[in-house]
């Protein structure tokens, strides 16, 4: 309901990401399956489900703890994508990089601008 209000899928409270949290209500009594679809309706949301919490601890270890098996597979699932994110903007800019370097080449290594002052 929060979500679909534009709630914040990593909004912390007292220092802890919403996954975690919802990993943990899996410690409460018949809680399991309640945990899992929040897990997952917050991966959907776009929450990292490698944020932490203030002692280090991510999402995956409060399943883990909970005896939460469930939880795993859309934990892994939004890791693996997260992960793919973050190549796919690291190869974005290596490109970028290169097509400034074939620039600067082409203009006879000349910066000019705001950074004209820096060496490379």
Not at 11 to 32: F, K, S
Not at 34 to 50: C, F, K, T, Y
Not at 58 to 77: F, R
């Amino acid at each position: 309901m929060l979500l679909g209000a534009g709630a914040s899928a990593s909004a912390r409270c007292d220092g802890n990401p919403p996954l975690c949290l919802a990993a943990c209500v899996a410690l409460m009594p018949d809680m399991e399956r309640e945990a899992v679809r929040m897990l997952e309706l917050l991966v959907a949301a776009g929450a990292e489900p490698s944020d932490a919490d203030d002692d280090g601890r991510a999402a995956m270890h409060w399943a883990a703890a909970a005896g939460v098996v469930a939880a795993v597979a859309p934990l892994v699932a939004a890791s693996e994508a997260a992960a793919q994110r973050r190549v796919k903007a690291y190869e974005a800019d290596v490109e970028a990089l290169k097509v400034r370097d074939v620039a600067l080449q082409q203009g006879g290594g000349q910066r000019r601008g705001q950074y004209s002052n820096v060496k490379p």
